[in-house]
């Protein structure tokens, strides 16, 4: 972890502050920070996968102790500590702004799982019951889902389907969106025209490979994987209308070469700016 001192950038803490348990846990394969920089979070891939978080206390990174009391973890759920294959984590995680909650990805299943920081004895942790399986994801990435700066809205896209979803063509992609309901402590389907799905020409697009939201959750933006010859990478950006309850296209970005690949957008924290990396 670096800081910006106002004319460079400095390393903050040391190699001791932030390491895995054991030797081959292989910590830091995926990483998220809250937004004033104070909170910092790294997934480690071996063991089930696992989660550590961290808080600067000026000094030194310290990190969130697990349900039983070392830092071992600061958590993972009870499949990855049943199964060293689970892998939990593995497509990745996204976190809200004051680092309160975290969203966790692994692709057994396509499995969302829920976590929010409340500290209650040596436990910093606590998953919501249950998980959440998107329909029709079957394939996601790491650049697939996030959530909302306020926490209560995320955005998954499925870029390719897996056997039984229904659909024709496994390759169209799904973009699906959910809101937190706190009076049940569930995520339901935020829009009634849900899932947005990609293009059935054939070979399909692989929407969703890349997502991005804004802070409060109304805007969201997606990418395809298109890399046929006669047809172009795109970036389409939807707003949320209340009243309706549907998602309506604001815009779509077509790349000018036809070989072009959306692989990654990122919409900036008033939603009027996006960012959009090919290769």
């Known amino acids: 972890e670096t800081g910006y001192n106002g004319s460079s950038w400095t390393r903050l803490g040391d190699d001791g502050d932030m390491r ?20 910092i979070f790294a997934r480690g891939r071996s063991g089930g996968g696992y989660i550590n978080v961290y808080d600067w206390d000026g000094t030194d990174w310290n990190m969130h102790k697990n349900s039983s009391g070392n830092t071992k973890w600061s958590f993972r759920d009870a499949l990855s500590v049943a199964s060293d294959a689970r892998n939990m984590g593995n497509l990745g995680m996204s976190v ?3 680092g ?14 829920t976590w929010d920081y409340t500290p209650s004895g040596s436990a910093s942790w606590t998953m919501t ?4 399986t ?10 697939s889902v996030r959530l909302s700066d306020d926490g209560n809205t995320f955005i998954i896209g499925g870029h390719q ?11 169209l992609g799904n973009v699906f969106v959910y809101s937190w309901n706190s009076g049940t402590s569930t995520w339901t389907l935020k829009g009634s025209n849900l899932p947005i799905v990609g293009s059935s020409l054939t070979g399909g697009e692989y929407l969703g490979y890349n997502v991005s939201i804004s802070p409060e959750g109304n805007r969201i933006s997606f990418g395809n994987f298109e890399s046929a010859a006669d047809r172009r990478g795109k970036v389409a950006i939807y707003d949320y209308n209340a009243s309706s309850n549907q998602w309506v296209e604001y815009a779509t970005l077509i790349s000018d070469k036809s070989t072009t690949i959306a692989r990654s957008s990122e919409l900036s924290g008033d939603g009027n700016r996006i960012l959009i990396g090919d290769n």
């Open 96 to 98: 809200s702004s004051d």
């Open 100 to 113: 309160n909650r975290v969203i966790v990805n692994t692709t057994t299943s396509d499995i969302i799982s």
């Open 134 to 143: 998107p329909p029709y994801t079957g394939y996601t990435n790491p650049g």
């Open 129 to 132: 019951p249950g998980y959440l």
């Open 20 to 39: 895995g348990y054991w030797q081959n846990w292989e910590l830091g394969h995926h990483v998220d920070i809250s937004d004033d920089g104070n909170r």
């Open 161 to 171: 389907q897996g056997c039984g979803s229904v659909q024709s063509n496994a390759a």
